[in-house]
């Protein structure tokens, strides 16, 4: 069968993948314990269910404008200026079916082939492929454990070219939790501001954040900044709602129009009903994300202290997100793992090391090779205190036969 060029240059979602192949060994019967998921593990808020009942109650079951519903632009509008002291107009932002979905419409806006958009590494998954996609080349730039996994100015700087359409920002980061500080934003936007770079602020994870750091968009400094600023955010990881698809993005109104042009010649109208329980997720009660940010932050912990008594593990503790992002490098180099590696032959370590974790730990974690780094794998701790503790045992005596 013959296929565009287009899909043939993407493979499936690693992440995703990760999580089915735990869950046929479950189904299996094996006791796997899953650290895989990107999603939090917490039911959706009780008042958003209720929104999203009253909305079908009420009929609230048709299409509605392809770009979103008035009353959940207004609510965007409003958490802006709430969370963010961002002020946006309701024809500058756009409501899409999830936060994946608006990068891929931004970037199907955007990039023409051979554009170019910077992606510092590690990064999550999903931006490369995306990009590629739309026949765009993805220049990673690699980030060092020892600079907290940052892009630096001068990193940035080596990476632009002529063809340089964009650079993305996710702070804090899936996967490594790191968070850009606001000097850290000043020093990259010191080379932004000069340039004809548009700069994609992936904020999804703006609420999780731990040891009281605070968020801040780079848009907030200034308004030629905020200009070139494309900011993505959504529903799904701030009040547990991944599977009711609402992400939404804010930018100048000629890119939302383009965008809202291709959602009206695709998928149309994010989901009715969800939309209506985004409007009551934005304007209810935000107490409830200080709940689930609580108890990541203890399993974040317990995460952090257990996989640094694994032989050949080494954790720094994130900043944000729900993600450990160990350094198993020195796995490498336990006695014991040379032998194994005519078993576990993936040429990737990090690939090799989760396979291994799988079988002997049965424990179900992502290759950092996934995320472009194959030094590190991920770790969700968006799971139970009882897995946390239960799967992190489990590979501290698999690797401890190893030292
Ligand atoms: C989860 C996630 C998103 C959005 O996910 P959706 O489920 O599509 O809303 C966006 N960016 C990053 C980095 C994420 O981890």
Redesign the pocket.
């Known amino acids: 069968m013959q296929f565009s060029e287009r899909i043939l240059r993407v493979k499936p979602s690693a992440t995703l993948a990760i999580t089915a192949l735990a869950n046929s060994l479950k189904a299996k019967g094996i006791d796997v314990i899953g650290f895989g998921t ?1 999603e939090p593990d917490f039911d959706t808020p009780t008042f958003i269910k209720m929104a999203a009942i009253q909305a079908i109650e009420s009929g609230k079951t048709k299409y509605t404008p392809a770009g979103g519903i008035p009353e959940l632009k207004k609510a965007i509008c409003e958490k802006f200026r709430r969370d963010n002291a961002l002020d946006y107009e309701p024809s500058q932002v756009t409501v899409n079916c ?4 608006s ?1 891929y419409n931004l970037i199907q806006v955007l990039i023409d082939a051979g554009d170019e958009v910077i992606i510092p590494a590690p990064y ?1 998954v999903s931006y490369p492929p995306i990009v590629l996609l739309a026949g765009g080349t993805p220049v990673i730039v690699p980030t060092a454990e020892e600079n907290g996994f940052k892009l630096t100015p001068a990193q940035l700087e080596k990476a632009i070219t002529p063809r340089t359409r964009a650079v993305i920002l ?1 702070s804090p980061s ?1 996967p490594t939790g790191s968070t850009y500080s606001r000097a850290e934003l000043e020093s990259l936007a010191g080379i932004l501001e000069k340039r004809d770079i548009l700069i994609i602020s ?1 904020d ?1 994870y703006e609420s999780i954040l731990y040891d009281g750091r605070t968020f801040i968009n780079i848009a907030n400094l200034s308004e030629s900044l905020k200009k070139k600023t494309i900011v ?1 955010n ?1 529903v ?2 701030a009040y547990s709602m ?1 599977g009711w698809r609402i ?1 939404y993005m804010a930018a100048d109104k000629e890119i939302i129009a383009k965008a809202e042009i291709l959602q009206s010649q695709s998928t149309s109208n994010p989901t009715s009903i969800s939309q209506w329980a985004s409007v009551e997720a934005l304007l209810g009660d935000q107490g409830v994300i200080g709940d689930m940010v609580e108890a990541f932050d203890r399993r974040r912990a317990v995460i952090v202290r257990m996989l640094n008594e694994a032989p050949g593990v080494h954790c720094m503790s994130p900043e944000g997100a729900f993600y450990a992002f160990p350094n198993i490098s020195g796995v490498a180099k336990l006695p014991g793992w040379a032998k194994l590696r005519e078993k576990y032959t993936d040429p990737n370590l990090s690939s090799a090391v989760t396979a291994f974790l799988l079988e002997v730990a049965q424990v179900a974690v992502v290759p950092g090779v996934e995320f472009g780094d194959d030094n590190f794998i991920r770790l969700s701790f968006a799971t139970s205190d009882e897995n946390i503790v239960r799967g992190c045992e489990r590979i501290k005596e698999a690797l401890g036969k190893l030292a």
């Not at 999830?98 to 979905?101: S, T």
């Open positions: 990107g999830g936060g994946k979905h990068f999550w996710n899936n992936d999804i993505l959504g799904s990881k991944t992400g």
